[in-house]
């Protein structure tokens, strides 16, 4: 069965700590895909990659960077984390233009 | 601007009663279209997905969605909704040539019995 897996379910930080938020894809897919969802805004596209080493900015790349050292594994990094970041992080990936697979969500609540 | 719009941000409908969920988009050519369904505390699962061809798509769990080009809607029906379809639903666009999803804002659907 396909998977992707984020690695934290729930995480409370403090503002201005460093987050790392990770996932790991299964499927030797190509492309990979960090989203946030809020209520009423749906998901928004922070940051996604087609390749190793690549990475391209979505709707809302401020406050957040990524890194994609192995094709299975996307980073979605907070350098200081900020209270309007709190949110729920969707990970995903797809091929080409196949479907796209989600992880279960990493909810990150920033006091 | 190219966007994607769900009008309805909350819907109740009886058990047994039909449902339908409407989903407008603006792009200049017919994008793929998308469903995905998200039940409490699960991640998104695809209910459906338009690509090219007939525009009445059929999905998991009986849903179906057609798609009005003259209207730019890929509107969601269920013909007789089960408690178990209680969830939030998303509309999904991809633009042709371009590997990224865009959502709308989502539905949230209560079934009540």
């Known amino acids: 069965d396909v998977k992707v897996t984020q690695s934290s379910r729930y995480l409370v930080k403090r503002t201005g700590e460093k987050v790392f938020l990770e996932c790991v894809q299964d499927?030797?897919?190509?492309?990979m895909f960090w989203y946030r969802q809020d209520p009423g805004l749906g998901l928004r596209l922070i940051y996604f990659?087609?390749?190793?080493?690549?990475?391209e900015k979505g709707d809302i790349p401020e406050g957040y960077s990524v890194s994609r050292e192995k094709k299975e594994r996307f980073s979605l990094i907070l350098e200081s984390a900020s209270t309007n970041q709190t949110s729920m992080y969707l990970c995903?990936?797809?091929?080409?233009?196949?479907?796209?697979?989600f992880g279960e969500g990493s909810r990150l609540t920033v006091l | 601007a190219q966007s994607v719009t769900q009008p309805d941000i909350h819907i109740t409908v009886s058990e047994g009663a039909s449902l339908e969920l409407r989903c407008n988009y603006s792009?200049?050519?017919?994008?793929?279209l998308f469903w995905y369904v998200q039940s409490p505390g699960q991640g998104l699962q695809l209910l459906l997905k338009?690509?090219?061809?007939?525009?009445l798509v059929q999905g998991i769990k009986g849903f179906e969605a057609e798609l009005k080009r003259s209207q730019s809607s890929f509107n969601l029906r269920k013909p007789s909704v089960h408690w178990s379809d209680a969830a939030e639903y998303f509309c999904?666009?991809?633009?042709?040539?371009?590997?990224?999803?865009?959502f709308g804002a989502g539905t949230t659907v209560t079934v009540r019995a």
């Open positions: 995903a990936s797809k091929q080409g233009d196949g479907e796209l697979f």
């Open positions: 499927m030797d897919h190509e492309n």
């Open positions: 990659s087609y390749d190793v080493k690549m990475k």
């Open positions: 792009y200049g050519a017919t994008p793929y």
């Open positions: 338009y690509f090219s061809g007939d525009t």
């Open positions: 999904a666009v991809e633009p042709n040539n371009d590997y990224k999803l865009s």
